[in-house]
């Protein structure tokens, strides 16, 4: 596929949540603002920078654990009823601590176990979302780190945590996911009609309430990426197996760079270096994909944000899209882009006869206007385009609001979906999906 990559460089080339009141048994005393302040935990102490907030899910269960603001986290995820949005322009160092006993197989992270925080290994693993854990064995904790461009400044606060209690109780080891993974398996049978996607994967209650008294038969959940919004404490496999086998069709999105201009979330204004990571992008996207379990054959999203400046950003953000297509053709997957009609659509439409086996398979146009269709109209295509017709296309028509099936209350994005991944042909030398 170099051919395609060569040619596509010569034609392109051209309110968050407030801090929250902790309980007395987890703080210890505050030292000056301009150094920072202790905090305790399960018989450790951390001391952060002064600009920390510190927000406690034990006390507010319905919290989210946002990426984007300097933020301890402490105690096991709740419901995350507050999580919002996609993408976020400015990732933040975050530290997000929980019981190691209690920590869930997270699938999208890898994870390293370490007798304590002082013995971090000097090169951590690669992390395509910006993400690691840390199974401290002597303190019984598991320590996730987020962090925007490096993990450096977030990794020297973990580094520094010292005991100062044993822990409440003996913990096990949490099982770190092996390389082999889970058996792979479909999650997107054919599916048209109504969809929803959510800053965060649900509860498993959520999930069979909506299944049985919502409209909705699809669900697009973020499998991450380095400017993804809201972490994924309940992303696992099993997570995933369960969603399939309730017969939910899965749109996995992978939250890369963006065109805006910011050094550890943007694209590069440049469409070769966008082509490298078009390709990176897609690499860290499948690895997540097995590690979930999805077959190869998945169709996989890219979320590209909206953009005004057309003229600086339509070059780059096709190359980044081609590529990102091309390396998932390669590695077996298919593809799908999540853009908007105002800018996306207009980019990958304009260039799409310059090298059409190289765009998305499937085409998700953001546009709000309470349209649930995939027709040309409401998809910002030119009238009767041949361009993804068919099975091959998802409308987001209403974008972020709250609803309520079942007594159950989640913040989410409609789509209308019409994708049948068995319409696409084959891809990677596979045959088509049965």
Not at 222 to 238: D, E, M, S, V
Not at 242 to 248: D, K, N, S, V
Not at 296 to 306: I, K, P
Request: hydrophobic fraction near 40%.
């Amino acid at each position: 596929m170099a051919p395609v990559r060569t040619l596509l460089s010569g034609l392109l080339g051209a309110a968050l949540l407030m801090p929250v009141q902790h309980s007395a048994a987890r703080t210890a005393d505050a030292v000056d603002d301009d150094i920072g302040r202790t905090v305790d935990y399960r018989g450790l102490r951390v001391t952060l920078p002064a600009h920390w907030r510190v927000v406690d899910l034990d006390e507010n269960p319905e919290a989210c654990v946002r990426l984007d603001l300097p933020t301890l986290y402490l105690g096991p995820a709740g419901t995350q009823a507050e999580c919002t949005g996609r993408a976020v322009a400015g990732r933040a160092d975050t530290l997000h601590l929980e019981p190691l006993d209690e920590a869930p197989e997270r699938a999208d992270v890898p994870t390293v176990t370490v007798s304590s925080s002082s013995t971090l290994r000097e090169a951590p693993p690669r992390s395509g979302s910006n993400e690691l854990r840390y199974a401290l064995r002597r303190s019984g904790v598991m320590a996730t780190v987020s962090y925007g461009a490096t993990p450096d400044a977030v990794r020297r606060v973990l580094a520094r945590a010292r005991a100062v209690a044993p822990p409440p109780v003996p913990t096990p080891v949490v099982a770190v996911p092996t390389t082999g993974g889970p058996k792979p398996r479909s999650a997107q049978e054919p599916f048209k009609g109504e969809g929803f996607d959510a800053c965060t994967a649900p509860t498993q209650k959520a999930m069979d309430t909506w299944r049985a008294d919502s409209p909705f038969g699809a669900i697009g959940v973020y499998i991450g990426g380095r400017a993804r919004a809201c972490a994924q404490p309940r992303l696992t496999a099993r997570w995933v197996r369960r969603q399939a086998a309730a017969g939910w069709h899965l749109m996995p999105i992978w939250v890369g760079p963006q065109p805006w201009y910011n050094a550890g979330t943007g694209l590069s204004t440049d469409p070769s270096e966008a082509d490298g990571q078009g390709r990176e992008a897609a690499e860290g996207a499948v690895d997540a994909a097995r590690s979930l379990g999805l077959a190869e054959g998945t169709v996989l999203y890219n979320d590209v944000e909206n953009y005004t400046d057309r003229a600086t950003w339509d070059a780059p953000v096709v190359a980044y899209l081609t590529a990102w297509t091309v390396r998932l053709h390669e590695l077996g997957y298919r593809s799908a882009a999540y853009v908007s009609v105002s800018s996306g659509v207009k980019a990958l439409s304009a260039h799409h006869h310059q090298a059409p086996q190289a765009m998305p398979d499937v085409l998700w146009a953001a546009r709000w206007n309470l349209s649930a269709t995939v027709g040309d109209a409401d998809m910002g295509l030119p009238k009767r385009t041949t361009n993804w017709a068919g099975p091959r296309r998802a409308h987001q028509f209403r974008g972020d609001h709250k609803a309520t099936y079942g007594r159950v209350t989640l913040t989410i994005d409609r789509n209308w979906v019409d994708v049948n991944p068995t319409a696409l042909g084959p891809v990677g030398g596979l045959p088509p999906l049965s």
